[in-house]
């Protein structure tokens, strides 16, 4: 295709580009906190000085090339100029000037971004595991795996930290990336400001799975927030399936805890209320009887270096344990 023949199409692929994106819950473009609102008037700004600055330099380089070019019979050096104090001082001041306006509102924005939080912030621990997300909240005594329920328009604290290797946590909706580093606490403050499902990923290479390493964050009205904490601290103790729940105490309960039913063990995401989640493994799969079975018996298959190991269920064993599992809501 001449090149003719595409330039009319570009203004249909940029519509299509922005129509793709638009259901896309990890589009940096779309912000819903206060801390990727600042994030994306930093990025616009700079957008549009880039715009300018690519208008005023090609356009300076068309005016001399037409202005300047050889005329006619013209065969003559034209006049040969050296220095210019007038010229040089102009972009030398232009270009500070441009980089202050851009350098200052970073700058204030990262020591905000490191502001300690407000009292009655949320305070969640989000802890990296391999390969999937443990999220606490010490003062409502929740503790759950890979669904971050944050309430609207109230401010949240993640303390984040690895006790293996570096992960990185990041919604690029509603927070920015950060690392959670072994052996340290690092810290993200920010208030959502739309309801919503959002997506995020593990963004810092770690291992086999790395890509594998999804998480959600449900940005919750309060009244619903209250909701899902008041269901989460209650035990999940379900009689619906007694052989199902005798199996999970005998063989999951070294590395998961259901509350009411196991010792508490944090080595595999917690169970207490696995039931009630929308995903299962790290946000892979969709959490429903076909993929709770493929993923309980054979773990490495789905996740590569998975921990989860391979209990080695019979298949009604299995169908009871995912039956049991599917009623702890
Ligand atoms: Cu965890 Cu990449």
Redesign the pocket.
């Known amino acids: 295709m001449t090149q003719s023949r595409i330039l009319p199409l570009l203004p249909v692929l940029l519509v299509g580009l922005v129509a793709c994106h638009s259901g896309n819950t990890m589009d940096t473009l779309v912000a819903h906190s206060d801390l990727t609102e600042s994030i994306l008037a930093i990025y616009e700004r700079i957008f549009w000085w880039t715009v300018l600055l690519f208008i005023g330099v090609q356009g300076g380089l068309i005016y001399i090339i037409m202005r300047f070019r050889a005329r006619g019979d013209e065969t003559t050096l034209p006049e040969q100029v050296h220095g210019n104090s007038q010229l040089e001082i102009t972009w030398t001041v232009l270009p500070v000037v441009i980089l202050l306006h851009i350098a200052i509102p970073t700058v204030q924005f990262i020591f905000k971004s490191q502001a300690a939080p407000s009292p009655d912030a949320l305070k969640v621990n989000a802890i ?1 595991k391999q ?1 999937w997300f443990a999220f606490e909240y010490p003062a409502e005594g929740v503790v759950t795996a890979n669904e971050l329920h944050v309430p609207l328009g109230r401010q949240v604290n993640l303390r984040l930290q690895s006790d293996n290797v570096i ?2 946590l990041w919604a690029p909706q509603i927070f920015a990336k950060r690392d959670m580093v072994p052996g340290r606490v690092n810290q993200i403050t920010f208030k959502a400001t739309k309801a919503g499902e959002y997506l995020g990923q ?1 963004a ?3 291992g086999d799975s ?1 890509s594998l ?1 999804q998480f959600r964050v449900y940005v919750d009205t309060p009244e619903d927030f209250a909701k899902w904490v008041a269901n989460q601290n209650s035990n999940a103790v379900s009689e619906a399936v007694p052989a199902g729940s005798e199996i999970v105490k005998a063989k999951c309960g070294s590395c998961h805890t259901v509350k009411g039913v196991t010792e508490v063990a944090s080595i595999g995401p917690n169970l207490t209320h696995v039931g009630s989640r929308t995903t299962i493994a790290a946000g892979i799969l969709l959490n429903n009887t076909e993929n709770l079975k493929k993923w309980i018996s054979n773990p490495a298959g789905v996740k590569p270096g998975s921990k989860m190991i391979q209990v080695g269920l019979n298949p009604q064993e299995l169908d009871s344990v995912v039956s049991y599992l599917q009623t702890l809501k």
């Open positions: 990296g390969w992960h990185s593990c810092e290479y770690c790395h390493m």
